[in-house]
């Protein structure tokens, strides 16, 4: 099952812009993750940020947790072409911490 | 290539057929995990192994799928007497430690059409 959701479900944008794309969950996490997938391939790490951080930076990536809300935010800046894919946030939960829990992804379009 | 290898890409096979996958981890992962994508979802969890050890099933893993990982190195993914439901992509990732510690490393998945 699905921990929570992304929204929007889709977003087209042009090169340059920001993009930023939030994530709903559902329970007590440990940490939360971002990942990055390209059409029909695998999924490739992002970034992680844990349930004591508020704020992660990565190159041209923002996250925030807002853990009162049980929400994330992943922010791109200056957008390119290459970064059309779908997002997706995974929890992994304070209990078993066995695996992670993926939500179901933001489509980003970014058009020249 | 010291990446998550999995094998094949891509299967079609006849409904009833049973299909096999196999997942190549990174060598000094202990962890090793199957995910399930269907078409504009997110990865479903569907096991995963601790070296050997098989330590977690979810319920989408019917009696007619079984994961092995004997050595604690390559795991397989069998589905018998495959459904038209079972379309899907199959994804492995490995991991070294629990997800509390870091990143999951996804192989390109094994995308099997059933018809």
């Known amino acids: 099952s699905q921990q929570g959701e992304e929204d929007p479900q889709a977003l087209s944008i042009q090169e340059g812009e920001n993009a930023t794309m939030n994530c709903s969950y559902k329970t007590s996490i440990n940490n939360l993750q971002w990942y990055r997938q390209n059409s029909g391939r695998g999924l490739v790490h992002l970034i992680l940020i844990r349930s004591n951080e508020r704020e992660k930076h990565s190159g041209r990536l923002r996250v925030t947790l807002d853990t009162s809300k049980k929400s994330s935010s992943l922010l791109i800046t200056a957008s390119r072409a290459a970064d059309t894919a779908s997002y997706f946030c995974a929890t992994g939960d304070t209990g078993t911490a066995s695996k992670l829990t993926f939500g179901t992804g933001t489509r980003l379009q970014v058009t020249l | 290539d010291t990446g998550v290898s999995q094998d094949p890409r891509h299967k079609i096979t006849k409904r009833g057929q049973n299909v096999t996958f196999r997942c190549d981890p990174i060598s000094e992962h202990n962890r090793l995990y199957w995910y399930r994508q269907t078409l504009g979802q997110g990865p479903e969890f569907l096991t995963y192994?601790?070296?050997?050890?098989?330590?977690?099933k979810s319920r989408l893993l019917s009696d007619r799928f079984s994961a092995e990982r004997p050595k604690g190195s390559f795991s397989t993914l069998e589905i018998q007497r495959t459904e038209q439901g079972d379309s899907a992509m199959y994804l492995c990732?490995?991991?070294?430690?629990?997800?509390?510690?870091?990143?999951?490393?996804f192989g390109e998945g094994s995308r099997l059409t059933v018809l």
């Open positions: 990732a490995s991991s070294l430690g629990g997800v509390n510690t870091g990143e999951l490393f």
């Open positions: 192994f601790q070296n050997e050890a098989q330590l977690e």
